[in-house]
């Protein structure tokens, strides 16, 4: 059985960008649903594989309900980490990655909010490591960097209207450059960047228990 991980701070501390009401809706309900499909699935097949992340991969593809399901799951346990309340800015190799990329922090921001805000319908905006380089990319629907040869993903937000409507309504461009501002992780960006170029592990969802 997978486990709904736990979110890392109290469901208030990204407000006011995103409320806690949002966070109830969206981890206790959105979430919680994909994870137990992905569980009822699995226990109708009679499988019990080592890892979302083997899920995610074997059924990508299938453009069924248990793909579906899993990438969810595993997209949104990776948004919840991929943000921090108590902000911060990058540094390091990262910082220089990010100059040498997009001329700097208000490039990357940009970047990532004109293709958040111009990607149609629901998905993902992502910003990944690539052959050594850096890109922002968007996904659709349960669609992850997961099942992508090469890439991993670094930073991401949710851009489904069940992410930001209660909070920004039909402003998600609004609800991108709030959240760039104050929200992402860069801790876990830069030990994502380093993990990309063999410096340590990547971040995995929790093993099933
Ligand atoms: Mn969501």
């Given at each position: 059985?997978?486990?709904?991980?736990?979110?890392?701070?109290?469901?208030?501390?990204?407000?006011?960008?995103?409320?806690?009401?949002?966070?109830?809706?969206?981890?206790?309900?959105?979430?919680?649903?994909?994870?137990?499909?992905?569980?009822?699935?699995?226990?109708e097949?009679?499988?019990?594989?080592?890892?979302?992340e083997?899920v995610v991969?074997?059924?990508?593809?299938?453009?069924?309900?248990?793909?579906?399901?899993?990438?969810?799951?595993?997209?949104?346990?990776?948004?919840w980490?991929?943000?921090?309340?108590?902000?911060?800015?990058?540094?390091?190799?990262?910082a220089?990655?990010?100059?040498?990329?997009?001329?700097?922090?208000?490039?990357?921001?940009?970047?990532?909010?004109?293709?958040?805000?111009?990607h149609f319908?629901?998905?993902w905006?992502w910003?990944?490591?690539e052959?050594?380089?850096?890109?922002v990319?968007?996904t659709?629907?349960?669609g992850?960097?997961?099942t992508?040869?090469?890439?991993t993903p670094?930073?991401?937000?949710?851009?489904?209207e069940?992410?930001?409507?209660?909070?920004?309504q039909?402003?998600?461009?609004?609800?991108?450059?709030?959240?760039?501002d104050?929200?992402?992780n860069?801790?876990?960006?830069q030990?994502?960047?380093?993990?990309?170029?063999g410096?340590?592990?990547?971040?995995?969802?929790?093993?099933?228990?």
């Amino acid at each position: 059985m997978f486990v709904l991980p736990d979110l890392p701070y109290p469901s208030n501390a990204l407000e006011p960008v995103i409320s806690a009401r949002t966070m109830g809706f969206h981890h206790g309900k959105h979430h919680k649903a994909y994870v137990d499909a992905v569980n009822a699935i699995l226990a109708e097949r009679g499988t019990r594989p080592a890892s979302l992340e083997d899920v995610v991969r074997a059924s990508a593809g299938d453009g069924g309900k248990l793909f579906n399901s899993a990438g969810q799951a595993w997209n949104h346990a990776m948004f919840w980490v991929a943000m921090d309340p108590a902000g911060g800015a990058p540094s390091g190799d990262l910082a220089q990655a990010i100059d040498a990329a997009f001329g700097g922090l208000d490039g990357l921001k940009t970047a990532f909010v004109t293709a958040g805000g111009g990607h149609f319908g629901s998905g993902w905006v992502w910003l990944v490591a690539e052959g050594g380089a850096l890109k922002v990319i968007t996904t659709h629907d349960a669609g992850t960097p997961l099942t992508m040869k090469g890439v991993t993903p670094l930073m991401v937000c949710d851009l489904w209207e069940h992410a930001y409507y209660l909070d920004h309504q039909n402003d998600r461009k609004g609800f991108l450059e709030a959240w760039f501002d104050s929200l992402p992780n860069w801790a876990l960006a830069q030990s994502q960047w380093a993990a990309a170029r063999g410096g340590g592990a990547v971040w995995r969802y929790p093993d099933p228990a």
